[in-house]
T-cell receptor, first 116, second 111 residues
């Protein structure tokens, strides 16, 4: 099946620094990718929709200046957490839709961010 | 998108079939039923999807009732590695639309 990768799988950073997370579709192209966030014992929550060649759209309550999204190519979207704070510590997951009839999506393995 | 209702947790003995129910009584005619699972500290894994007919693949079977108001995911021979949270999601087949995750069913496969 389709494969989506993320890098890094985990990262620890100091408060105030920025962290970039990459999401790649390895064997298919995706003009749209999605970024989710998952806090412990909670379900996935959509943060933003990444669109190749245009600006990302953010969910209500998600700061676009803090979570910068760049969809650089048909196989790569990046999420940069700027000026990270401990409350940004979370599990970040991306997904990309396939071209199957039902447009099922494949999810990356996730990135565990810990801000100290 | 239609909402789904799943039991919060289930247990299953290793080697037995795991039957995970999902109610989606307000499903629309053009909405698919998708199943994903999330093993601890991993991203969700696609399992199967269906519209009207029952479906089977190498991972599981999906049984959709004739009125489409409910469905059951069947793992025919559960193993310890099937322990995960299982999500039933209904949505239209739209390339640019995200998935909305509910709390799902936490399946524990017991030795």
């Amino acid at each position: 099946g389709a494969v989506v990768s993320q890098h890094p799988s985990w990262v620890i950073c100091k408060s105030g620094t920025s962290v970039k997370i990459e999401c790649r579709s390895l064997d298919f192209q995706a003009t749209t990718m999605f970024w989710y966030r998952q806090f412990p014992k909670q379900s996935l929550m959509l943060m933003a929709t990444s669109n190749e060649g245009s600006k990302a759209t953010y969910e209500q309550g998600v700061e676009k200046d803090k979570f910068l999204i760049n969809h650089a190519s048909l196989t790569l979207s990046t999420l940069t957490v700027t000026s990270a704070h401990p409350e940004d510590s979370s599990f970040y997951i991306c997904s990309a839709p396939t071209s199957g009839r039902a447009y099922e999506q494949y999810f990356g393995p996730g990135t565990r961010l810990t801000v100290t | 998108d239609a909402k789904t209702t799943q039991p919060p947790s289930m247990d299953c003995a290793e080697g037995r079939a795991a039957n995970l129910p999902c109610n989606h009584s307000t499903i629309s005619g053009n909405e698919y039923v998708y199943w994903y699972r999330q093993i601890h500290s991993q991203g969700p894994q696609y399992i199967i999807h269906g519209l009207k007919n029952n479906e089977t693949n190498e991972m599981a079977s999906l049984i959709i009732t004739e009125d489409r108001k409910s469905s059951t995911l069947i793992l025919p021979h559960a193993t310890l590695r099937d322990t995960a949270v299982y999500y039933c999601i209904v949505r239209v087949a739209n390339y640019g639309q995200n998935f909305v995750f509910g709390p799902g069913t936490r399946l524990s496969v017991l030795p």
